[in-house]
């Protein structure tokens, strides 16, 4: 599997500079998954790139598993604010904005295949990383309070728990993501974008939530 990122992610681009080793060393872990993943990272690879010595790294992570959380940490900060500005607080629809939500989330997939995979595929333990937990959560939260606001525009009888919407709807979309919209080699081919995708995807399960008719 390739793990390329879009951006140039040649040897050299990375550096460090004087009183920024924390930001070269993130930036180089960057470099290193878009090429590798997230399997087989290390700190000296990690020091390599950024041109330090070995020893360098630990005046700030005490492991690569340490790098590795800080990487998954600011991709979370980044899913969060891309994700709140395409829920736009439930504009111009809920169910409207809530679609723009899925796209946003499939385009940070592919536009931040590093960060993606250094959130999803290192497999950190969360109660080891307790800011990489927080992070995660103020993400989810997010679509949490987004799928409040969408349950309240159901029928009060009919009206499904909003975690159960978060949950279903986050389960869909990486899934859609990790199937066809990351730009790796094992991206399956579909008839229709994976925007497509995952908009029928989700409508459909909307719809089979309530009674027949608009949503939102």
Not at 15 to 30: C, I, S, T
Not at 58 to 74: C, K, N, S, T
Not at 79 to 96: D, F, H, I
């Amino acid at each position: 599997m390739s793990w390329t990122d879009p951006r140039d992610t040649g040897p050299g681009r990375r550096g460090y500079h004087h009183g920024n080793l924390r930001e070269a060393l993130v930036d180089a872990a960057l470099d290193l998954i878009a090429q590798k993943g997230p399997a087989g990272f290390t700190v000296a690879e990690a020091a390599r790139l950024a041109g330090v010595s070995p020893a360098a790294p630990y005046r700030h992570f005490r492991d690569a598993d340490a790098l590795m959380a800080e990487v998954a940490v600011r991709g979370f900060h980044r899913l969060a604010e891309t994700l709140t500005r395409a829920w736009n607080g439930g504009l111009p629809r809920p169910v409207t904005a809530f679609e723009a939500m899925g796209r946003a989330y499939l385009g940070f997939a592919r536009a931040e295949p590093a960060y993606y995979a250094a959130m999803f595929d290192s497999r950190l333990a969360a109660d080891q990383h307790p800011e990489l937990a927080a992070a995660s959560d103020r993400a989810f939260a997010v679509l949490r309070e987004a799928a409040e606001i969408l349950a309240g525009t159901f029928p009060r009888d009919k009206r499904p728990p909003s975690l159960m919407i978060a949950l279903h709807v986050w389960s869909l979309s990486h899934g859609v993501a990790s199937l066809f919209a990351r730009p790796d080699a094992s991206r399956r081919k579909l008839p229709m974008s994976p925007e497509e995708l995952l908009e029928a995807g989700v409508l459909l399960y909307l719809q089979g939530l309530s009674a027949p008719g608009p949503i939102g």
